[in-house]
């Protein structure tokens, strides 16, 4: 094709640009890795889970336990999934199948604005409004349980949302054969759409797991930031995220490189989600066509 | 949205499990409306009252127990200039290569889309440390504006270049064709057809990115900083407003109806925006982009 000087500068441009943006996440994980190479080097990956506490400022040689702000993680994220899930689902279900026209598209709008509030108002009102709640039921009021309420709330539209493009993917001629078939509105619900959506909530679990474990402000802001291996729902906790952005603004040295280590696990982790999600949902696109 | 033609045809056999399940259902629905009311109302009703012209425009004062949001505003808009003058222009080029220079299966196209898949799956509170070794450590800028905009730039690139892509590619084909028959070359096609035709896509993702860059809170941190006052330059430390609320709430006593205040001026830009947002989907795309 006839190609012009402008034409082909342009093209170079744009080349530049998307090689730009693309290199944004090799650099993201680059910088990650350097930046906690010191800590892996000088402590070694076994002391991370080994060592008697979290205390990296003490005196030679400083304490590098992360296993608890892990298991925090892990339970607060998996504690707001089992909350969030059903609940997210049966939005789904009540705007696709069970509300009028206008209240559906109403109810579809207030989980969008759900999904849009950000993350600090979501803690300050979990700080301000929940905890006291928590406290006077059951002290010291931060805890894992706040930060589990918190946290469902916050990744709930992206479960609902995504359940409901799902649905949308479903075939009508399943549901309609369904209720040829004399089938109620809630076996056709139970045994049809969801089975044939099932993979669309999978993505949507995992892509919500992902989105928790990432979550920091709120979960900041009302699990307490103690850092302890929990015994019971109003134990306050301290994730990894909570961790690292608590410390960084003052972390030194090693310190500095062991919050990195565990951002670099993180984003692995999150990553590796986001990543399987995506498969699933491509492979599921190819066995439908 | 059910299809009209989908909603009755159910038989209408109402039997006791039916009737659970659709309470159920309903329960669900009406008890998630009721929780996020009681969060909104309680955000408007504490934080409305200390509304005026003094709060928008004022200092923060004692730790932002007193006085007003002005000069974390002016952060906050700064913060979001640079971010936008980085990752617009980026994220636009981008977007053209994908959609309009490389066939779908292109390999160097395939890598880049899923360099940005995954960009978009890393938490907020990666991209605060990142931008903090590069910007502030590595390049120099410490605790600036600048860095705060930059980290956030890299954060919203991919929603940009999302509904931009989605944005050219609803431009019907016949265009390209007609264009080319023509004999236009493609950098005119591009400036004079194809961004105009465009422009819906373009919004959306400006927008959308806009409110994500707002609603940010742990990637600013520590690359922006926490210094109230009014910023002189780029490179001065400036607060945002979320993570002045942040600020409010956990470091400072006392500083919870401020806090609160604060909040109703982010909802309400939110509101706002995401209002723009989905009006321009609705009209112009068909809500595709805003279901991820």
């Known amino acids: ?45 076994l002391r991370f889970l080994s060592d008697s506490a979290w205390n990296p400022t003490a005196q030679e040689p400083g304490q590098f336990n992360m296993l608890p702000m892990i298991v925090a993680s892990i339970l607060v994220s998996i504690g707001a999934i089992t909350l969030a899930t059903p609940l997210g689902i049966g939005s789904a279900i009540f705007v696709q199948y069970y509300s009028p026209r206008l209240v559906g598209g109403i109810y579809r709008n207030i989980i969008e604005l759900m999904a849009g509030v950000p993350s600090v108002v979501y803690g300050l009102w979990g700080l301000v409004v929940l905890v006291p709640i928590i406290a006077s039921w059951h002290p010291p009021g931060p805890s894992l349980l706040a930060g589990i309420l918190i946290l469902a709330m916050m990744i709930l539209p992206t479960i609902a949302l995504m359940t409901m493009a799902a649905f949308q993917n479903v075939p009508a001629d399943y549901i309609r054969a369904s209720a040829a078939l004399g089938l109620s509105r809630t076996r056709t619900i139970l045994s049809v759409v969801l089975p044939a959506a099932k993979s669309g909530l999978f993505t949507a679990v995992l892509i919500a797991m992902g989105r928790a474990l990432g979550e920091t402000m709120a979960v900041l802001m009302v699990t307490g930031n103690v850092v302890q291996l929990p015994s019971k729902m109003f134990d306050p906790v301290r994730t990894l995220t909570a961790n690292m952005a608590m410390e960084m603004a003052y972390a030194m040295d090693v310190h500095r490189s062991s919050l990195f280590v565990s951002g670099l696990l993180l984003m692995g982790t999150v990553v590796g989600l986001v990543l399987t999600a995506e498969l699933l949902s491509r492979r599921s696109r190819h066995a439908e066509t | 949205m059910p299809k009209p033609e989908l909603a009755p045809s159910f038989p209408r056999v109402h039997r006791i499990g039916d009737r659970l399940f659709a309470m159920g259902i309903w329960g669900i629905a009406i008890s998630i409306v009721a929780w996020f009311a009681w969060f909104l109302i309680d955000i408007c009703v504490q934080g409305i009252p200390l509304f005026s012209w003094e709060f928008l425009t004022e200092a923060p004062r004692n730790a932002g127990r007193a006085g007003g949001i002005g000069s974390i505003l002016v952060s906050t808009l700064l913060i979001l200039a640079v971010c936008l003058s980085v990752s617009v222009p980026l994220g636009l080029g981008t977007a053209i290569l994908l959609s309009e220079y490389s066939a779908r299966n292109h390999r160097f196209g395939r890598m880049v889309r899923r360099s940005l898949d995954i960009l978009a799956g890393v938490p ?85 990115g806009i409110g994500r860059a707002l609603a940010e809170t742990a990637a600013l941190i520590f690359t922006s900083g926490y210094v109230d006052r009014m910023p002189e330059s780029l490179l001065d430390s400036g607060r945002a407003l979320s993570v002045h609320i942040f600020d409010l709430s956990m470091n400072v006593a006392g500083g919870d109806r401020q806090a609160y205040a604060s909040a109703a001026v982010l909802v309400g830009l939110l509101l706002v925006i995401n209002g723009i947002a989905s009006l321009f989907a609705n009209r112009w795309l068909g809500k595709k982009i805003l279901r991820q």
Request: hydrophobic share 55%; charged share 10%.
């Open chain 1, 1 to 45: 094709m006839f190609q012009s000087r402008t034409d082909s500068i342009l093209s170079w441009i744009l080349r530049g640009c998307a090689m730009t943006s693309g290199a944004i996440v090799v650099l993201i994980f680059g910088f990650m890795l350097i930046e906690s190479w010191p800590a892996i080097h000088q402590i070694g990956w």
């Open chain 2, 124 to 208: 907020s509170i990666v991209f605060g440390m990142f931008g903090n070794a590069l910007f502030c450590m590595y390049l120099g800028m410490g605790f600036s504006i600048l860095s705060g905009g930059l980290t956030l730039a890299c954060m919203v690139l991919p929603i940009l270049i999302r509904s931009t892509e989605e944005g050219f590619r609803s431009v019907p084909n016949e265009y390209r064709l007609a264009a080319a028959a023509t004999g236009m070359s493609r950098s005119a096609t591009l400036t004079k057809l194809l961004i105009p035709a465009a422009v819906p896509g373009l919004t959306v993702g400006l927008v959308l």
